[in-house]
């Protein structure tokens, strides 16, 4: 039982590359979530599903893209990566509310 | 954007000290209340939930004031391993997003021998 798996942990990226951050959950979970966490700012909610097939702006989702296409996975889209999304990204799985379980992060440098 | 304060620390602390950690909450439809711990460089994990009743694991008790909209939590006999950072988390209770987390910044500990 891996839990929350993400992919890949660390990327640099060029200003205006794109790139797709991948989140994997083997606990059945309807919900999950992309964060991000920057110094300073504690954790932001950037898009989130509460199922297959389904998406949600969070708190910042400008510049970004995600696709539920599979209960397990939340794939998240940088079209056109910018200086001010390096950060370290993090995903997130439920059932229930509350405990949210979280993958160990990719941490994302744009230059 | 709703809020949640906390006191970002750090907090240095000699081991077998307590130490108590506060934390504000700006929604008061907010239901649900939670101390999460990230250790440097890790992603953040559970640490307990809060209920209004108050609620003890071992060496931490949480405490919720559902009026002030304070939430607390109190770690006795601390270890160098409570070295962490000390995430309040509450949740947003309005249409879609209901369940949904608003973290505050952490409170940083540093446990020392």
């Known amino acids: 039982n891996a839990g929350v798996t993400q992919t890949p942990k660390f990327r640099v990226l060029k200003t205006g590359q794109s790139m797709t951050l991948l989140c994997a959950q083997d606990?059945?979970?309807?919900?999950m979530y992309w964060y991000r966490q920057d110094p300073g700012m504690g954790l932001r909610l950037i898009h989130y599903?509460?199922?297959?097939?389904?998406?949600a702006k969070g708190e910042v989702p400008d510049g970004y893209n995600v696709s539920r296409l599979k209960k397990q996975n939340f794939l998240l889209g940088l079209e056109s990566a910018a200086p001010s999304q390096t950060s370290v990204y993090f995903c997130?799985?439920?059932?229930?509310?509350?405990?949210?379980?979280f993958g160990p992060g990719t941490r994302l440098t744009v230059t | 954007r709703k809020e949640v304060e906390q006191d970002p620390g750090p907090f240095n602390v000699p081991e077998g000290a307590t130490v108590a950690f506060n934390c504000t909450y700006s929604?008061?439809?907010?239901?649900?209340f939670f101390w999460y711990r990230q250790d440097c460089r890790k992603e953040p994990k559970l640490l307990m939930s809060?209920?209004?009743s108050g609620n003890e694991d071992g060496r931490f008790t949480a405490q919720l004031n559902r009026a002030s909209q304070y939430i607390s939590l109190l770690i006795r006999d601390s270890k160098l391993s409570d070295s962490a950072t000390y995430l309040c988390?509450?949740?947003?209770?309005?249409?879609?997003?209901?369940?949904?987390?608003?973290f505050g910044k952490g409170t940083k500990l540093s446990v020392k021998p």
């Open positions: 997130a799985s439920r059932d229930r509310p509350g405990e949210q379980y």
């Open positions: 606990m059945n979970h309807e919900y």
């Open positions: 599903s509460v199922g297959e097939g389904t998406t």
């Open positions: 929604n008061s439809a907010s239901q649900s």
């Open positions: 809060v209920y209004s």
């Open positions: 988390v509450v949740t947003e209770n309005y249409g879609g997003s209901q369940g949904n987390l608003i």
